[in-house]
């Protein structure tokens, strides 16, 4: 009879468990859904923090609860506004006149870009175009890649996009890993 009431207490401390998990697992994937429609989230990491108790970590999250983070469609939206400043910011000298100002702007009226790049080009142009394409497949960590790629002036001017990338990537990024830690507790717990 001993060994019945340890096996059954035994096993409600697992369903327990499991039953704890898996509200995580819904509070996480309500927290995703708010965190992907890029407003601020504090109601639902409050929420799975409750749940979470801090077997889990979100400082990531936290660090950009107030704020939110750009969707990864506003990110490719905004990167097509950026994409010319950022080449246009390496070519334009630092004694500008007003005259080459004026030029300048004029050239930005329309532009082509070359749409394909070799492996081994370095420039501006195939470094952005190297960013597009990684931003269109959802690859931020290419991005940044990239983005560490671009000489100074460049940088200088897709530094604010950047952070912008890098918050979305350490939020999926802590995201996933949360998910992850999570299936493999409850495949263990089913063992």
């Keep these: 009879m001993e060994k019945d009431v340890q096996a059954f207490t035994r096993s409600e401390a697992d369903r327990n468990a499991n039953a704890s998990r898996i509200v995580l697992l819904l509070e996480l994937g309500n927290l995703k859904?708010?965190?992907?429609?890029?407003?601020?989230?504090?109601?639902?990491?409050?929420?799975?923090?409750?749940?979470?108790?801090?077997?889990?970590?979100?400082?990531?999250?936290?660090?950009?609860?107030?704020?939110?983070?750009?969707?990864?469609?506003?990110?490719q939206k905004a990167f097509r506004r950026i994409a010319n400043s950022i080449i246009d910011a390496e070519s334009e000298p630092n004694n500008a006149t007003l005259?080459?100002?004026?030029?300048?702007?004029?050239?930005?009226?329309?532009?082509?870009?070359?749409?394909?790049?070799?492996?081994?080009?370095?420039?501006?142009?195939?470094?952005?175009?190297?960013m597009e394409a990684a931003l269109k497949e959802g690859q931020l960590g290419e991005v940044?890649?990239?983005g560490k790629k671009l000489p100074p002036k460049s940088a200088l001017a897709a530094e604010d996009f950047l952070k912008k990338v890098e918050a979305r990537q350490a939020v999926n990024t802590a995201n996933a890993q949360i998910e992850q830690q999570l299936k493999v507790s409850l495949g263990e717990a089913q063992r």
């Design 99 to 130: 005259m080459d100002r004026l030029v300048s702007g004029a050239k930005s009226v329309v532009r082509v870009r070359k749409a394909g790049h070799t492996s081994d080009d370095t420039s501006v142009e195939a470094t952005v175009g190297r």
């Design 33 to 75: 859904r708010a965190i992907d429609s890029g407003k601020p989230y504090p109601t639902e990491l409050a929420a799975v923090q409750r749940v979470a108790q801090g077997r889990v970590d979100l400082k990531p999250m936290e660090r950009y609860v107030l704020e939110g983070v750009p969707p990864v469609p506003e990110l």
């Design 144 to 146: 940044l890649a990239q």
